[in-house]
């Protein structure tokens, strides 16, 4: 018997776009991209993946789950591959379907962008690469930014590569401050020609593509220039920075060292390390014998269960890898020509080379010929044990996060009498100036950190007493728990705990906001975290009610120095909250500033 939803997926067209399972409740549970909606809709319930199929072992464990649990398939049509991408990624944001498993990484890192449309091109250091143009080149990812910043700072200033916007560039009629301070060759006003100009950025060009000698020659004569000038000055401000240049590329023959037989190639490291509820992959990407970094990825290991055969797993975990390279690809990232993996077997069921065996199609699907190989020599072996340091630290600081949490959601079971430990912790804060744009924020910790997803701004309105910050709560209180997000929290979250910047009147309004939404017994409970009234020092106090013996609310004290665990998270997600209410707040109030 064919699954119910085959026949809509056989009614797709063929096109690119993006389709998405929903569950009983309408809730979305799975979205997929595709470059052919109905050919890749259709391969959910062909003889692999179909429910009834005769092999159930060789059934993908999530996609049967998934095909129980889905009552109903739907597509949105995009007009290229890239733009399904990208609308995948905001589908996912925003939903957080649960059978959504993807390599998370913990940061996004700055890249540098070259583009050569433009006449007189500026560097431009950009986290997003939003599509492919082949104008613009970019460099990058940079794990280390802080002397990727230095370095940029002092190539852009001893080039005289403008910093303007092409606005200003354009309107300008004479040359800037920087001109003067001679960090800036004012191509504004024509005071060099565009040859120059492009000469000095191909220099910067070819040092992050790995060939720093002519960038380096050009500042050693600028740099005797202004001696015979007598402007030791300058001169000695140039030997500095060639200096922290030099600094810069030391870690660069570090590397070379490490990897002699590397000589300008392209190569990504690949290691992986199983912890005790996430698989961690770290990525050490070398891009025209410039080291870049490593970065790290995790997804759950909740996916994958005992019952799973070597032949899933093979196929699951390249999958992950897989799919990163695949958006690096769309979006115009430079790939390696080689991809090296090292350390540790994976899995018991099988081996290193079992899993580069598994990998093998990757050049069909990515287009492009890449190696697969395992590292060899002493050199390869050494620079693959600090990755997977790299790794063991990561896993070490996230079990280390997720501790803390557990104890400080044990504490406010015990505090607050709960019959279950907290799973989230929330956090609301107003942010206002003398009544004017009022804005409130809700931030959120999980087991694994902050969960940035689900964080959530609020516009408020702004009041004729000016300063109300009780009236504010409860305009966010309502609006928040009359809202569908508090509904879909409820189903999909058994325990949390609210946390309100305040005392006992914030706390109270809270209490009464409940009554009136009639979520009296409901599963949110809420807490409040204000300074202690001491007189030669401030503590904090956590302010909480709980039932007398007679049946009534009453506001109970206690201060947070007994539990430093519970302070650290509590403080940490109140300060989180400061930062995230005062970002709206910042950009209302500058808005209405320019009204004016």
């Not at 002699?260 to 992959?281: A, R």
């Not at 007493?465 to 928040?480: I, Q, S």
């Not at 728990?481 to 999909?492: H, R």
Request: charge should be positive; glycine fraction near 4%; include cysteine.
């Amino acid at each position: 018997m064919a699954h119910p939803l085959a026949k809509i997926s056989s009614n797709f067209p063929l096109v690119s776009g993006c389709y998405f399972f929903k569950d009983k409740a309408g809730v979305i549970i799975y979205v997929g991209k595709a470059k052919n909606l109905r050919e890749r809709t259709g391969n959910y319930f062909s003889g692999i993946y179909s429910q009834n199929s005769k092999n159930q072992n060789n059934n993908d464990h999530k996609t049967r789950q998934l095909l129980e649990e889905a009552i109903s398939l739907e597509y949105q049509e995009t007009a290229t591959e890239i733009e399904a991408l990208l609308l995948e990624n905001s589908l996912i944001k925003r939903w957080r379907p649960k059978f959504n498993i993807r390599l998370k990484d913990d940061k996004t890192y700055p890249y540098l962008k070259i583009n050569f449309s433009h006449p007189f091109p500026k560097l431009e250091i950009v986290r997003k690469i939003q599509k492919k143009k082949s104008d613009c080149v970019y460099f990058g990812p940079f794990v280390y930014t802080l002397q990727f910043y230095k370095a940029v700072e002092i190539l852009t200033k001893f080039l005289g590569i403008r910093s303007c916007s092409d606005q200003e560039l354009s309107s300008r009629k004479r040359p800037c401050l920087l001109y003067q301070l001679k960090q800036c060759t004012a191509p504004c006003v024509a005071l060099i020609s565009q040859e120059n100009y492009l000469e000095r950025v191909k220099f910067l060009k070819d040092f992050f593509s790995g060939r720093p000698s002519a960038i380096f020659s050009f500042l050693e004569e600028e740099m005797k220039n202004f001696s015979e000038k007598e402007e030791f000055e300058m001169a000695a401000m140039i030997r500095d920075n060639l200096q922290s240049l030099t600094g810069f590329l030391a870690y660069q023959e570090e590397i070379q060292q490490l990897l002699p037989s590397l000589d300008k190639k392209s190569v990504d490291f690949i290691s992986c390390l199983k912890g005790e509820e996430e698989i961690y992959w770290a990525i050490a990407i070398i891009r025209s014998g410039i080291f870049y970094g490593i970065r790290h990825f995790s997804f759950p290991i909740e996916f994958l269960h005992k019952e799973e055969t070597q032949e899933q797993l093979l196929e699951f975990l390249p999958s992950q890898l897989l799919e990163y390279y695949q958006r690096e690809k769309l979006l115009g990232i430079s790939l390696p020509e080689e991809i090296i993996w090292g350390g540790e077997n994976f899995s018991e069921k099988f081996s290193n080379e079992e899993l580069l065996f598994s990998i093998s199609s990757w050049e069909q699907l990515l287009g492009f010929s890449v190696k697969i190989g395992k590292s060899k020599g002493s050199f390869q072996e050494s620079f693959i044990q600090k990755i997977q340091d790299s790794l063991w630290e990561k896993r070490s600081q996230k079990e280390k996060t997720r501790g803390i949490f557990s104890m400080a959601c044990q504490l406010l079971k015990q505090l607050l009498q709960l019959k279950a430990a907290p799973v989230l912790l929330e956090c609301v804060d107003i942010a206002v100036f003398q009544g004017s744009s009022p804005a409130a924020s809700r931030v959120v910790h999980g087991k694994n950190g902050l969960r940035k997803d689900l964080y959530r701004y609020y516009k408020l309105e702004e009041r004729p007493e000016k300063n109300n910050d009780v009236a504010m709560m409860r305009e966010f209180f309502l609006r928040y728990l009359q809202g569908e997000e508090y509904l879909s929290y409820s189903k999909n979250f058994s325990k949390r705990v609210l946390i309100v910047d305040g005392g006992t009147p914030q706390v109270s309004i809270a209490f009464r906001c409940l009554e009136e939404c009639g979520l009296k017994d409901s599963l949110l409970s809420i807490v409040g975290i204000a300074k202690a009234r001491k007189i030669f020092k401030t503590s904090e106090r956590l302010v909480f009610a709980r039932k007398n013996s007679f049946g009534k609310m009453v506001f109970e004290e206690v201060s947070l120095e007994k539990y430093p665990e519970l302070m650290r998270i509590l403080c940490h997600l109140r300060d989180e909250a400061h930062r995230f209410s005062r970002k709206l707040h910042h950009r209302l109030e500058k808005k209405r500033l320019l009204k004016r």
